[in-house]
């Protein structure tokens, strides 16, 4: 049976989520601020669950419906075919947000829309209660302008949750932005990416699972699978379609440097345990010894900075010396993330392109540089 799906988004990825998803063959893409909406069956949301890179999670539009008043809530809530998805021993936990929207209580948002999903599951059932023991059904709401929305989680831990980071390094990269950036880099199968901040390792393991097109979701389940509704033998086709896809022959390589020596072992473990250890090498080294070896580098890093890690002064002298070795000459790019709206003069020169994006909640802009110094 084919649903509509959402997948809500960092704000500023949503082109490259709806992007990602025409290139899975997904049905009805429409991209909106912070989300995108497809449709389809099983397979589809199998497929965006197991192979999407910059969504945070893929969640099932029940319904939509106005509300202005906890009655119409209430009735717009219960009017929904819960018993479609939702078991007589299923969780169902409510959690959400309002923007905009006369009903402002989010607890008591959580309370109407709870009542009104049992009240209809009792009619379903003829039960007067509900032990929820069974599988997690998570649902989540959206009120925006008086619009509601009322959602079903599919994926359980988010998206960005690959598997392979089971400890990371103080102030991490996300798994999606890190993808994000690489893929804006153009990481391909035949790159040569590095990463002089490696930290966790975050931005060259996804730069790896990028470059061989292993989908990230491949070492993970998704709550979706646990419920009644589920066909195994689809996820099963699913796991083995991406499986096939794997670019094995691809002369990708990427090498990671730390001033810090347990966060490069760190990277080094990461990468091992997301199965893309023999394409990473690791090395420690400081910023102020990096060079520009070889014809060609993908330069793609998160440098430390005020808000994270370094006071402000320290991270701007950072910038200064990265603008330094970070040499415009042909075949070499250089993709930064930084919150610093100063990044540009103390790195030196204008980036060639900049977009902005957010990591997290702290607002960011990726600045690029991929021209030559002759031009």
């Known amino acids: 049976m084919e649903q509509n799906y959402v997948c809500p988004c960092l704000l500023g990825l949503e ?128 009120i925006m302008k008086d619009q509601v929305q009322i959602m079903l989680d599919t994926s359980g831990p988010g998206l960005h949750k690959r598997g392979y980071r089971a400890i990371a390094t103080q102030a ?58 589920s066909n195994p033998q689809v996820w099963s086709r699913e796991r083995e379609r991406a499986q096939e896809q794997i670019r094995r022959d691809a002369f990708f390589q990427a090498y990671v440097y730390d001033i810090d020596q347990e966060a490069l072992s760190l990277a080094l473990k990461n990468a ?13 080294q400081d910023i102020r010894e990096f060079a520009c070896e070889g014809e060609r580098g993908t330069v793609v890093c998160n440098p430390p900075y005020g808000e994270r890690l370094l006071d402000v002064n320290r991270a701007e002298e950072l910038y200064e010396v990265m603008g330094k070795v970070f040499i415009q000459k042909r075949g070499w790019s250089y993709t930064v993330i930084s919150p610093d709206t100063d990044f540009e003069r103390c790195y030196g020169r204008k980036a060639d392109k900049r977009r902005k994006l957010y990591n997290g909640m702290i607002p960011c802009q990726i600045y690029q540089y991929f021209k030559n110094q002759s031009k």
């Not at 419906?65 to 021993?89: C, Y």
């Not at 929820?132 to 709401?141: K, T, V």
């Open 15 to 142: 082109g490259l989520v709806a992007g990602e998803l025409r290139a899975m063959e997904v049905p009805h893409v429409e991209a909106q601020n912070g989300r995108v909406l497809f449709r389809g069956g099983e397979d589809i949301l199998a497929r965006v669950n197991l192979g999407s890179r910059y969504a945070e999670r893929v969640q099932i539009l029940v319904g939509s419906f106005p509300a202005r008043s906890f009655e119409e809530l209430f009735e717009g809530v219960k009017g929904l075919p819960w018993e479609q998805w939702i078991g007589k021993k299923d969780a169902f936990p409510v959690k959400g947000r309002s923007l905009n929207s006369k009903l402002t209580s989010i607890p008591d948002c959580q309370a109407i829309i709870k009542k009104a999903v049992v009240e209809h599951l009792k009619m379903c059932y003829r039960l007067p209660w509900f032990e929820e023991s069974g599988p997690l059904h998570q649902i989540q709401f959206l």
């Open 172 to 229: 991490p990269i996300k798994e999606t932005l890190a993808a994000a950036m690489c893929f804006l880099s153009r990481v391909r199968s035949d790159s040569v990416l590095i990463d002089p901040f490696c930290g966790s390792g975050t931005i060259a393991i996804e730069g790896a699972l990028l470059a061989l097109n292993i989908a990230p979701g491949l070492k993970r389940s998704f709550a979706v699978e646990r419920w009644e509704s």
């Open 272 to 284: 091992k345990k997301a199965g893309v250890s023999a394409r990473i090498t690791g090395k420690q």
